[in-house]
């Protein structure tokens, strides 16, 4: 299939061109057709399916297909909910991307930023606004956006959102959109919670599913390198610099790590910057900005900042720690290995993080190929320890649905995991 039988409109297959897209995914080839006959879906499509265009391209064309010229004021015709900043500017941006041809306009709302930007741009007019759902609440109060006319909705990364705490802030924005609108959600996994929320609010949706483990992750060779805790950092300079990677993302499992280990890299030579929740939002987007210009080799991230990051053509994922949920393994390597290009994703695994490996390989139903590198085999005499896990995965507590959390039945890691934090 092409995007020409898509039935897209011209202005739309231009900017397709531009990106370069030859052919649809699976989720947009699935998606588009069901959503341009008004239908809702629920999707089960994680972040590096193509899923952002899967949703932006039917709703633009959507957007054209209906008589609206903007002749007069401008309403706000698509609502688009996201869990965090990141994948909210990402999908803002993709919008500007795809509907470059057309005039509609689009703009972002999140917090930790002035509100006063945004309410110069709502008052100048948008048709569509991405928005994660606290900051929305706050205009929605201060009456300062309409979304009276908003006839199309958006969850993207629904799960993520009723993780980080904001169901009742969905429902709160629910409350006041017109009841006559298209909706659609999207889910990486299909919790109970989900379920819910796609019950109370979807009508008669069509069920889209891609396989679980998308097209791209297929081409991200794994590997685990086992090492001792103490020595990570070591192995990781090494890597760096005999391999001579030019660009990669770094996971670790708390702030207070990410900021560490950006720290000694720059003593090692390697130019590095660390984002997470504790950093301001300008000082995120500058860093971020930084890496995708080449102007910082390594970024080091939590898994909550780095949610949605999408940077074409990263090389190379490193898990410095694993996450102590499988499924946050599977949203960080999918970071690299995008759209078709060859990805990497080396895991630095110690005795701790045993049971974690486990969990994982259990989850994406493969093993795991493991590397013992000479000079950096782990001391067999090191006994497991404890994992802290610092307080950034306060608001995901609970266990999700589909029993994926790692170390479930063992108390080993037992004492840190309730570490307080709160939402981002
Ligand atoms: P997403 O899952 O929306 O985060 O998209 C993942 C990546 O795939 C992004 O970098 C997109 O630019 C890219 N992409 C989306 N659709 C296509 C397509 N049809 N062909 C090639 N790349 C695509």
Redesign the pocket.
Known sequence: MTFNDLGLNKLLLKAIKD?G?????PI?EQAIPVILKRKDILAGAQ???????GFTLPMLELLLRSKDDHKGKRHIKALILAPTRELAAQVEE?IRLYAKHTDYRSTVIFGGVKINPQLVALRKGVDIVVATPGRLLDHISQKSIDLSHVNFLILDEADRMLDMGFVNDIKKVMAVLPSQRQTLLFSATYSDAIKQISNKFLKSPTLIEVARTNASNEIVEQAIYHVDKARKRELLTHLIKEGDWKQVLVFTRTKHGANRLSGQLETDGISSAAIHGNKSQNARTKSLADFKAGKIKVLVATDIAARGI?I?QLPHVVNFELPNVSEDYVHRIGRTG???NKGEAISLVCVDEDEFLAGIEKLIKKDIPKVWLKGFKPDPSIKAEPINMGGNRGARNKPRGGGSRNGGGGNRNGGGRNGGGGRR
Do not use: C, F, H, L
Not at 21 to 25: G, I, R, V
Not at 47 to 53: M, S, V
């Open positions: 990106q897209y030859e052919n649809p995914t947009q972040t590096g399916t193509g899923k952002t265009a993709s999408d074409d995008r759209a078709g």
